[in-house]
């Protein structure tokens, strides 16, 4: 504690406590401070509420919702810039569920940021980062290596990030399928509601996991979304209780605030800041003990919601849609800034309560107490052994990748694979044979029983979602899907690899098995012919944890998938065929393409002026291997070149490696690229997007070129696809004889 005059405050304020410094307006003590003020209710030997009837109870939690209140918008003021509204509705809930003992809170909303900066810097997580006062908190808000507009885990006590809405609730059941007896708490705002996945991925997850419970959606039901009303504002509450118990859920608890509204607001949702403080405390009073109800039916085995119903932007500078974000105007001097700050200001003896509640409340700052700031111990995999084929036999790729993740699979059994199309459909039935469809129905005939390792909802989002989520949570998983509409999974997919660039902890990769091909289908056409999420990787590998592989074959899979295993906080994703195609590489070749990028399948022993043939992909390599006689015929030296692992090939300045928290500085060095890629001219050949090419046409010399997939048509064959992309043995022939002439 030291002295000092608030700058700008509303009384003389003497012995302010140091945190506080960049509180431009302290309040006077609230009515009865003699009376629940004079000591924090937790502590280090009570962590959380007991008495919920005890007046003290409900006056420390308002407390600590307006202490959220102001700190959101002195931070956000200070760059006006930020989103106090969707928060400021639902502080009650929150400061109830921090009150109870509850951390490990996890949010839908990227939008609520600041609430939880506020919260993390209450209960002095945001030290671990430098933040030790207010004015840390404003100068650090929304900017680079600071706070961020929208959460991430690089923020110490944060569990996952959240960014595009219909993600959160995946971050919440992933956690809660690994810690059983933990509460998740997630925020859902009811703008984002309107997103389909939320409400059936839980419905599904609940089928599959019928006693997993312990994930708790706290709905902030305010009547807005971002800027207008929320399309389900005009429910009633009956209506909005059936819509939950309609979608499986056993107890829904609703607090309203406009039942205890004695300030005469007009229309469905108010401002219980407005109210008598008396009934203020009636209002939080109901808020804690909904709360402990919702938490309680939660953790014993009820699938359970809870809803508060208040004005969006409640107690902050503007009510509704318009409370959403602070524009340019928006200053700390902006009349409206000012005056919600000097209505929510706190005395300098309420900070240090709320400041020693927070601290206190479920044994520790967040940073130190929630369940992602510990490494998930796991257990050893082991050797994995691999199943060497002859060169020149025909095997499934994904079978052979499949044996391995049956054997990981019994190997630890918090490992789950997931898979929307089914994994028979993608040579990899055996998986399903080995650790079983989740499912509430045993059937043999199906490989389905109620504890089994494998999760097949019909949707790619809900696939991506838990098992990049079990990831992110430290644990082990694999996403299967059809390269044709992995796209609908992608968007937390790539949220999750973006946190784990930043993570302040190791944990698994997260690694995906992209099978069924554009060239693979054929009778199905267009609609399963959609190579162009390739391009979407291209992009992604600039980030730095970003590895995309294009083994050519059985041997080379099994090794491509033996390195995900070894490695932390990257994304990895696998694209191979269901189709028998032949062995064309050792396991030496594809650990030496691992490292380098590629390896060289063929070259002629003789001829004239080279021609290299850089290949991604594995089908594709019919064409260019029926190419070959012609290709030597015509006199010239043909190498032909597998790339694997293109992120190895880009230049170190071209990918944001050294900004990861787990680096990994390899590529392949101007000797290995020569060796593998300099000749007269160099012709890249894949069956999918170009852009994974971009590095070997980054950095080769010589004249160049390249065939790539076009679009999709239905075909009756592989061979008549690849005719209509112009990926033909002649094709590469006369494209060849272009380069060279």
């Given at each position: 504690m030291h002295s000092r005059v608030g700058s700008g405050s509303m009384t003389a304020v003497t012995s302010v406590p140091r945190f506080c410094e960049g509180i431009q307006y302290f309040g006077n003590d609230w009515p009865d401070w003699d009376r629940y003020g004079q000591r924090p209710l937790l502590s280090t030997q009570q962590p959380a509420l007991t008495d919920l009837e005890a007046p003290e109870a409900a006056y420390q939690t308002l407390l600590y919702a307006d202490a959220l209140r102001y700190l959101i918008l002195q931070m956000t003021g200070s760059k006006a810039s930020g989103h106090p509204g969707g928060f400021a509705s639902q502080a009650e809930a929150y400061a109830a569920l921090v009150m109870l003992g509850h951390k490990n809170i996890i949010t839908e909303v990227g939008h609520h940021a600041p609430g939880f900066y506020a919260a993390l810097f209450l209960d002095r997580s945001l030290e671990k980062?430098?933040?030790?006062?207010?004015?840390d908190l404003r100068d650090r808000f929304r900017e680079k290596h600071g706070l961020l507009g929208h959460l991430s885990g690089y923020i110490p006590g944060v569990l996952a990030p959240a960014g595009p809405l219909g993600q959160g609730q995946h971050f919440a059941m992933a956690a809660a399928w690994l810690h059983r007896q933990t509460l998740f708490p997630f925020t859902l705002g009811d703008g984002g509601l309107g997103e389909p996945y939320v409400m059936s991925s839980m419905a599904h997850f609940h089928t599959a996991f019928p006693e997993v419970t312990n994930f708790l959606p706290v709905l902030v039901w305010n009547g807005f979304s971002q800027e207008h009303h929320s399309m389900v504002s005009r429910k009633t509450n009956p209506e909005m209780m059936a819509y939950w118990h309609g979608n499986g859920f056993q107890e829904v608890v609703l607090v309203d605030a406009k039942d205890f509204d004695d300030s005469g607001q007009e229309g469905d949702y108010v401002d219980s800041t407005q109210f008598s403080f008396g009934q203020r405390l009636a209002f939080v009073q109901a808020v804690l003990k909904g709360m402990q109800e919702a938490a309680r039916s939660a953790l014993a085995g009820n699938l359970t919601v809870f809803i508060l119903k208040q004005l969006k932007g409640a107690g902050v500078h503007a009510k509704g849609a318009k409370s959403h974000n602070l524009y340019a105007q928006h200053t700390l001097d902006n009349p409206d800034i000012v005056n919600a700050l000097k209505a929510r200001a706190l005395s300098p003896a309420a900070w240090e309560l709320v400041r020693q509640n927070s601290v206190a409340a479920a044994g520790g700052p967040a940073a130190e107490v929630v369940v992602t700031e510990q490494v998930l111990d796991?257990?050893?995999?082991?050797?994995?052994?691999?199943?060497?084929y002859a060169l020149g036999e025909s095997k499934v790729a994904t079978t052979?990748?499949?044996r391995m993740v049956a054997e990981v699979g019994q190997r630890d059994r918090r490992y789950l694979v997931t898979?929307?199309?089914?994994?028979?459909?993608?040579?990899?039935?055996?998986?399903?044979?080995?650790?079983?469809?989740?499912?509430?129905?045993?059937d043999p005939l199906y490989n389905q029983v109620p504890n089994g390792q494998v999760y097949e909802p019909l949707s790619e989002d809900a696939c991506a979602g838990l098992a990049a989520g079990l990831c992110l949570m430290g644990s082990r998983s694999l996403w299967c899907s059809y390269e044709s509409f992995a796209i609908n999974g992608l968007p937390i997919w790539q949220t999750v690899t973006q946190a784990m660039a930043e993570l302040r902890r190791p944990t698994p990769s997260t690694v995906t098995l992209f099978t069924a091909g554009a060239l693979e289908q054929g009778r199905n056409g267009w609609t399963h012919q959609r190579?162009?999420?390739?391009?979407?990787?291209?992009?992604?590998?600039?980030?730095?944890?970003?590895?995309?592989?294009?083994?050519?074959?059985?041997?080379s899979i099994?090794?491509?998938?033996?390195?995900?295993?070894?490695?932390?906080?990257?994304?990895?994703?696998i694209f191979a065929s269901k189709t028998p195609l032949p062995v064309r590489t050792t396991f030496a070749q594809t650990e030496q393409a691992l490292n380098e990028g590629a390896v060289t399948l063929y070259e002629s022993a003789s001829g004239g002026s080279t021609l290299v043939l850089a290949v991604l992909g594995d089908m594709i390599l019919q064409p260019v291997y029926s190419a070959l006689p012609q290709?030597?015929?015509?006199?010239y030296r043909v190498r032909i070149v597998s790339v694997i692992n293109p992120r190895r090939l880009y230049r170190p300045m071209d990918v944001a490696w050294h900004t990861c928290a787990e680096p990994d500085g390899g590529f392949a060095d101007e000797t290995t690229f020569q060796r593998l890629f300099d000749g007269d001219a160099l012709l890249g050949v894949t069956g999918g997007a170009s852009a994974l090419l971009e590095p070997v046409l980054l950095r080769a010399t010589c004249p160049r070129d390249l065939l790539a997939w076009q679009r999709g048509e239905t075909t009756a064959s592989a061979a008549e696809l690849m005719a209509y992309n112009g990926l033909t043995p002649e094709a590469i022939c006369d494209r060849a004889r272009s380069l060279l002439k």
């Open positions: 980062m430098g933040i030790y006062t207010v004015q796991l257990p050893p995999l082991g050797e994995i052994a691999l199943e060497a052979a990748m499949g898979n929307a199309d089914g994994n028979e459909a993608s040579g990899i039935g055996n998986i399903n044979q080995a650790l079983k469809i989740i499912h509430p129905t045993t190579p162009e999420i390739e391009a979407y990787y291209g992009a992604l590998l600039r980030n730095g944890n970003i590895f995309v592989l294009f083994p050519p074959d059985a041997n099994q090794v491509c998938y033996r390195w995900a295993l070894t490695t932390q906080n990257k994304g990895i994703a290709l030597e015929q015509l006199g």
